[in-house]
């Protein structure tokens, strides 16, 4: 037994006295270019695309920098999937795991984590290799440049899933029952028993096909793998595989602050608890906790971003210093970011905090805008409404099989960038094979039809 | 419960997103070649050119499209630290900044370069263009003498030795003689040399340039832009080119290339004695029984009226030994032009007499294009 798998069992028998509740976590040890891999995929193993390797690079560039450093990537499931990153030293590794048994026990009792799970269940990550084996097969056979533009299509449109729904949904019904007859009033009734020759009685009238789609489809992706006039059943394999993804990248993107914040809580304090662990050892392991957990970088006194680990970190701190741990694991299960900010960063704890909204011009200089504890809770969430995408919806198909997208400008607050609207219709015409056209509004808010 | 796996080794063996980059890359290459037109008519080839065989391409990296909102007029983010409402966190940038910076990278974007062969890049256009290769002019040509190699005997010089059909005949004798020694003097076969005529592949271009007080320094540019092509694509196809600059106003000079572009002058124009001055340099250097020749000449056509018949008899001349002869003609679109240009009107007519030649117009980037693909297609013609 090494001393970081002692260190382990001990650290999970602290974990349940304490109460933590999770499902089996396999760890692995893995080189720095694997964990790498997994920052910019997302999943250990996960589809070809070319967008990746442009984040991939980002990504290499931003660690040569010195700016990020993964110490471990965590999948939830049955069992969870933890890769530590082969570098770190045993106090860092320590410190992850447990950090780590708080994810699990996050990912298993939040209610958007289980219902995912339940719909899915626990083995994404096997079921993400899959596709990827799948998506190969396909390229083997009809090409990568085919495969390609259907992964152009589906990964744009990446977020644009309904979060409510169900991971595996049915077409919507293709008849609606006819209206019903509305009863007879009175003049009718004296009118038909009027001697003379009966009426011939109407015929029943037959079922109704019901509009595509009868209501406004946020989900595009399934919307396009369902009614796609002509997609080919891999196509359609491609676009199924990509939405389960994103179903399951939506609890992660949902609770971020929470469950960063949680696993941040309970390392701290499962470190703090464990009298088994040598002193230096512990200090250490503290000094890396204070490295991820601060607001911001060492040498500056202000941050443009926030930092999840901290706000999630403090936010808990107060909740089980102030309401108990009962009530905190009750939130825990409950919330995700949009309650859990806008429940419990009050007024005083912004001011803590020393949380403020800043406003950035054309000019980039960047100002202090506002320290108001509503503004700063929207500015924290502005960027995580509707998955981090504009609200699209399909709203008719034409009888040419022609797809109308329209864009919900109301509630986004304005229109979309044009170019890149443009380039997502011309990924989706391809695999749509037919016209796409999208309405929004351009920047002085007069409507605008973009077609492809 | 908590499992500890030790490290998997092949994780190590095979990248992703090496893959996937590579992928990019590839992609990008396709773009790159796509826009080659337009990327190469900038300024920078130009010079330099010669000797820096490579051209290095600036390219940002391909964007994945996702729907987005536009930018709106300011942008809001939450923030931590101090400060007051109101209170500068960075200033905004001078205006006169904005010029040294454009250059660098804005934003944290993240460019590179491709560094493309310049042969690449012009077997590229060829394909693009779908130009025809040129062919070496098949009479008077064939007396560039060349071995070859051709046929085998017995003796010969050791350095020629064929080891595989020596063996060959070990082998046969071998396998009829009892107690055979492995090789004999008998079994050496030596390939033979012959002398062959090929045709030349020596070219000459001559490039001529109206300096005159009328071609702009924009015109200038395109006349340049077409040499270098038209030059890419003879040096695609010959082993060794001359070329000869000549620069003419009311009077014609040889100048090197360095000058050549920069020459200027602000005489009146008298085409014919550019023509004159390339037919001395092809009697004294270029005999066109030996050289491939090439006239490209660049004006605006506006030639001095009393000129036209000696310019018309010297260019009956020069096109009548070259192999082929191209006259652009520079001049902005706006241009009025109630008729054609006297030049143009003389090479027009040396095309009526079957003469090997072909004129263009060029007034804008597209324009050198065309004009390159024009002048391909002809001489395949010409041929």
Request: proline content about 5%.
């Amino acid at each position: 037994m090494t001393e970081l798998e002692q260190y382990a069992a001990s650290i999970e028998e602290l974990a349940k006295r304490l109460g933590l509740d999770y499902y089996n976590v396999d760890f692995e040890i893995a080189p720095a270019s694997l964990m790498t891999e997994i920052a910019v995929y997302g999943l250990p193993v996960r589809m070809p695309h070319w967008s990746f390797g442009v984040r991939y690079i980002h990504q290499l560039v931003r660690q040569s920098m010195g700016h990020s450093k993964i110490f471990e990537v965590m999948f939830p499931g049955d069992p969870c999937r933890a890769f530590l990153m082969d570098g770190n030293s045993l106090a860092e590794n320590t410190l992850v795991t447990a950090h780590v048994l708080g994810h699990a026990d996050f990912s298993k009792n939040n209610q958007l984590f289980a219902r995912f799970h339940e719909m899915a269940g626990g083995n994404i990550v096997e079921h993400a290799a899959a596709h990827a084996h799948r998506i190969q097969q396909a390229i083997d056979k009809v090409g990568m440049e085919r495969v390609e533009a259907v992964l152009d299509a589906a990964l744009a449109l990446e977020s644009h899933v309904d979060v409510d729904g169900e991971l595996h949904r049915t077409r919507y019904p293709e008849f609606v029952p006819a209206k019903p007859q509305s009863a007879e009033n009175a003049f009718q009734r004296r009118f038909r028993n009027l001697p003379g020759t009966a009426e011939a009685a109407k015929a029943e009238p037959g079922p109704v096909r019901a509009p595509v789609p009868p209501h406004p489809e946020f989900d595009l992706l399934w919307f396009i793998a369902h009614y796609a006039p002509e997609l080919e059943q891999w196509e359609r394999d491609i676009f199924l595989m990509v939405r389960s993804e994103s179903l399951y990248f939506y609890p992660v993107f949902a609770c971020q602050i929470m469950n960063e914040g949680w696993a941040s809580y309970w390392h701290a304090r499962l470190l703090r608890e464990a009298d088994f662990l040598p002193q230096n050892l512990y200090l250490s392991a503290i000094k890396a906790h204070s490295d991820v957990v601060r607001p911001y970088a060492a040498g500056q006194e202000t941050a443009l971003a926030i930092n999840p680990y901290h706000l999630g970190f403090t936010l808990w701190e107060h909740i089980v210093d102030t309401l108990g741990l009962a009530r905190a694991r009750e939130v825990m299960r409950e919330e995700d970011d949009f309650g859990f900010i806008r429940n419990f960063l009050d007024r005083e704890l912004a001011e803590k905090l020393e949380l403020f909204v800043y406003e950035a011009s054309a000019g980039d200089e960047i100002k202090v805008a506002n320290r108001d504890v509503n503004a700063v809770r929207e500015a924290i969430l502005a960027p995580k409404f509707n998955y981090g995408a504009p609200r699209v919806a399909v709203t008719e198909m034409h009888n040419d099989g022609g797809l109308v997208l329209v864009h919900e400008h109301k509630s986004d607050g304005r229109g979309l960038d044009v170019n890149r609207a443009k380039r997502v219709l011309e990924y989706t015409k391809r695999v749509w094979r037919r016209p796409v056209r999208l309405h929004t509004v351009s920047d002085r808010g007069e409507p605008a039809e973009l077609t492809a | 419960m908590i499992r500890i796996a030790a490290e998997t080794p092949w994780y190590d063996l095979f990248s992703r997103g090496a893959r996937d980059w590579l992928r990019h890359n590839q992609k990008v290459r396709e773009a790159v070649k796509n826009t080659l037109p337009e990327i190469l008519s900038g300024e920078d080839l130009m010079t330099g050119s010669g000797k820096n065989r490579t051209v290095m391409v600036p390219v940002k990296f391909l964007e994945h499209s996702r729907f987005r909102l536009a930018d709106p007029a300011s942008q809001q983010g939450a923030g931590q630290g101090r400060g007051q409402p109101g209170d500068v966190l960075q200033p905004g940038r001078e205006k006169g900044d904005a010029q040294s910076q454009s250059g660098g990278t804005e934003n944290g974007e993240i460019r590179f370069v491709v560094e493309m062969k310049l042969e690449e890049i012009i077997d590229w256009i060829w394909e693009e263009l779908k130009l025809p290769d040129l062919k070496p002019k098949r009479t008077a040509t064939m007396d560039q003498p060349d071995y070859v190699r051709e046929g085998w005997d017995r003796r010969g010089a050791r350095s020629r030795l064929d080891r595989r059909r020596t063996l060959k005949e070990a082998v046969k004798r071998r396998s009829i003689q009892e107690n055979p020694v492995p090789i004999t003097n008998d079994d050496l076969r030596f390939r033979q040399l012959v002398k062959r005529a090929t045709p030349s592949m020596n070219a000459a271009v001559i490039f001529a340039l109206d300096v005159s007080g009328s071609m702009d320094e924009a015109q200038r540019r395109l006349a340049k832009q077409f040499f270098f092509f038209a030059l890419q694509g003879i040096r695609r196809q010959y082993s060794k080119v001359d070329t000869v600059f000549l620069a003419h106003a009311a009077q014609a000079w040889e100048f090197d290339e360095s000058q050549f572009f920069q020459a200027s002058s602000s005489g009146g124009t008298v085409s014919s004695c550019a023509f004159q001055l390339a037919l001395d340099v092809v009697k004294n250097r270029y005999d066109p029984s030996r050289f491939n020749l090439y006239f490209f000449y660049a004006s605006d056509g506006e030639n001095a009226a009393e000129d036209r018949e000696p310019a018309a008899a010297a260019l009956r001349l020069l096109a009548a030994q070259t192999n082929y002869s191209g006259y652009v003609e520079t001049g902005g679109v706006a241009t009025f032009r109630p008729r054609e240009t006297q030049v143009a009107e003389v090479f027009n007519e040396l095309k009526g007499s079957g003469l090997p030649v072909g004129m263009s117009q060029l007034s804008s980037q597209e324009d050198v294009w065309r004009a390159i693909r024009e002048f391909f297609k002809e001489t395949e013609k010409s041929d």
